[in-house]
């Protein structure tokens, strides 16, 4: 520390353009947050290409640890933003994936993408939350939003995923208990579902209705074959609020209004307000920021789920 210096205090420097440029202080938000609210990538993401010195702030690299405010201009890659201005509003699509597609932008074996699919748009990027792997199908859902896609996704949240399962063989009432109560042991830890129903079946085929708040990579599959059940077919119904609608077929994409986007950015504790606010750190609260850092969605009831209404059961859990 330079000499003079005190702990919290902000380091300031000259930019070749004559911007002051504050690292680690009290004031404005993280860059990665920003870049991230802006729907250029997730906030690991960004920290990858901060750490690469694929980002700059007023002309200068960025560091690890920055922090931006109103009118700082950050260039990342191709994209330039400036910060505190007006942003798009959060958009938010969802797709039902067919399987066969991979959820990614950057595959070596070039197989058809999910990302393909979607509308292209411009000043802005689809970011993908959760993923399915290559054999499932099912519900997937893609928002411009950085900060609603973290909430979704991060572990802390708790968000419900649901799933429809078709396996080989029936589990017993022992195994059923073990995957709900005890849980079961995988390579990476121990899993169990939150719920588990019995949807019936016919011959050696028998569908399951699961529910559990983590995304681990192919937890459902690994689960039901430590179990001994190998699973023949897997559909995700249901991801927080957001129901899989029996209209929306396979390869099909359908973006939601603008009143159940404000829906699921209230229900996970971003209001319209807060979104906008977000923008421009010096009028965002930073109490009421850390409220909603604190806040998890509650659990999910049939009321108030997007898609609910239009959705019509089968035997199997599924109509397609």
Same mark, same amino acid.
């Given at each position: 520390?330079?000499?003079?210096?005190?702990?919290?205090?902000?380091?300031?420097?000259?930019?070749?353009?004559?911007?002051?440029?504050?690292?680690?202080?009290?004031?404005?938000?993280?860059?990665?947050?920003?870049?991230?609210?802006?729907?250029?990538?997730?906030?690991?993401?960004?920290?990858?290409?901060?750490?690469?010195?694929?980002?700059?702030?007023?002309?200068?690299?960025?560091?690890?640890?920055?922090?931006?405010?109103?009118?700082?201009?950050?260039?990342?890659?191709?994209?330039?933003?400036?910060?505190?201005?007006?942003?798009?509003?959060?958009?938010?699509?969802?797709?039902?994936?067919?399987?066969?597609?991979?959820?990614?932008?950057?595959?070596? &074996?070039?197989?058809?993408?999910? %990302? /393909? #699919? !979607?509308?292209?748009?411009? +000043?802005?990027?689809?970011?993908?939350?959760? $993923?399915?792997?290559?054999?499932?199908?099912?519900?997937?859902?893609?928002?411009?939003?950085?900060?609603?896609?973290?909430?979704?996704?991060?572990?802390?949240?708790?968000?419900?995923?649901?799933?429809?399962?078709?396996?080989?063989?029936?589990?017993?009432?022992?195994?059923?208990?073990?995957?709900?109560?005890?849980?079961?042991?995988? &390579?990476?830890?121990?899993?169990? %579902? /939150? #719920? !588990?129903?019995?949807?019936? +079946?016919?011959?050696?085929?028998?569908?399951? $209705?699961?529910?559990?708040?983590?995304?681990?990579?192919?937890?459902?599959?690994?689960?039901?074959?430590?179990?001994?059940?190998?699973?023949?077919?897997?559909?995700?119904?249901?991801?927080?609020?957001?129901?899989?609608?029996?209209?929306?077929?396979?390869?099909?994409?359908?973006?939601?209004?603008?009143?159940?986007?404000?829906?699921?950015?209230?229900?996970?504790?971003?209001?319209?307000?807060?979104?906008?606010?977000?923008?421009?750190?010096?009028?965002?609260?930073?109490?009421?920021?850390?409220?909603?850092?604190?806040?998890?969605?509650?659990?999910?009831?049939?009321?108030?789920?997007?898609?609910?209404?239009?959705?019509?059961?089968?035997?199997?859990?599924?109509?397609?």
């Amino acid at each position: 520390m330079k000499k003079g210096a005190r702990s919290g205090e902000s380091r300031v420097h000259d930019s070749p353009t004559g911007v002051k440029l504050t690292e680690d202080k009290s004031h404005g938000e993280k860059l990665q947050k920003v870049l991230a609210q802006a729907g250029i990538g997730s906030r690991r993401m960004m920290e990858e290409w901060i750490a690469s010195g694929r980002v700059s702030v007023n002309g200068v690299a960025a560091t690890l640890g920055m922090r931006v405010s109103e009118g700082d201009l950050i260039k990342a890659d191709h994209r330039t933003l400036r910060v505190g201005e007006k942003q798009h509003a959060a958009r938010v699509m969802i797709y039902h994936k067919p399987e066969g597609e991979i959820v990614s932008q950057d595959d070596p &074996e070039k197989r058809p993408s999910v %990302f /393909d #699919k !979607l509308p292209k748009l411009r +000043g802005q990027r689809w970011i993908a939350i959760g $993923r399915l792997d290559f054999n499932t199908s099912g519900l997937l859902i893609f928002t411009t939003y950085g900060e609603l896609a973290n909430r979704l996704m991060h572990p802390r949240f708790q968000v419900e995923r649901e799933y429809a399962v078709r396996v080989q063989g029936t589990l017993s009432e022992a195994q059923m208990n073990q995957a709900l109560n005890k849980g079961v042991e995988l &390579e990476d830890g121990w899993a169990k %579902f /939150d #719920k !588990l129903e019995d949807q019936g +079946g016919e011959g050696f085929n028998h569908w399951y $209705r699961v529910m559990l708040k983590e995304g681990r990579n192919r937890i459902v599959r690994r689960t039901f074959e430590a179990l001994g059940l190998p699973v023949s077919r897997l559909i995700r119904i249901r991801f927080g609020i957001i129901d899989l609608p029996p209209r929306l077929k396979r390869g099909m994409t359908a973006e939601l209004a603008k009143s159940e986007v404000a829906q699921i950015l209230d229900w996970t504790g971003i209001s319209a307000e807060s979104q906008r606010a977000s923008h421009d750190p010096r009028k965002s609260d930073p109490t009421r920021s850390e409220k909603r850092k604190r806040h998890a969605p509650a659990e999910t009831g049939s009321a108030g789920r997007i898609g609910t209404a239009r959705r019509n059961k089968s035997k199997s859990g599924v109509n397609h």
